[in-house]
């Protein structure tokens, strides 16, 4: 079961890096609408997007239900710190909170 709890959390993080990479695509301004769509960043963000499913979908072969909810959670941390790196996003006190409560009422959910 640990192999596909670091499966199912890897695949969280592929998540996490396509999100970034569309985040920093969006700032970028295109020559036309066609080129904002169809460039290098978005279509290797989708493939991550796939890659990621794929991945989920084989992890719950040895996740149950209730535990993906638990791991599928970590994304938000993944999200916070990987914006601060690749972003230049400030991590503030309120930030912080919101993803801990966010992250203990999804652990005090689960356990109900």
Do not use: D, H, W
Request: overall charge positive; aromatic content about 18%; some cysteine.
């Amino acid at each position: 079961m640990i192999f596909y709890i670091v499966v199912f959390l890897f695949s969280v993080f592929v998540s996490s890096v396509s999100q970034i990479i569309l985040k920093k695509s969006a700032q970028i301004e295109y020559e036309n609408k066609l080129r904002e769509y169809l460039n290098v960043r978005v279509i290797t963000a989708y493939g991550m997007f796939f890659l990621s499913t794929l991945l989920t979908m084989y992890a719950y072969k040895g996740v149950p239900l209730s535990m993906g909810v638990l791991l599928e959670s970590v994304g938000y941390l993944y999200i916070m710190v990987l914006s601060y790196f690749f972003l230049g996003e400030k991590v503030t006190v309120y930030k912080a909170l919101g993803v801990v409560f966010i992250l203990l009422g999804i652990c005090v959910y689960a356990l109900l």
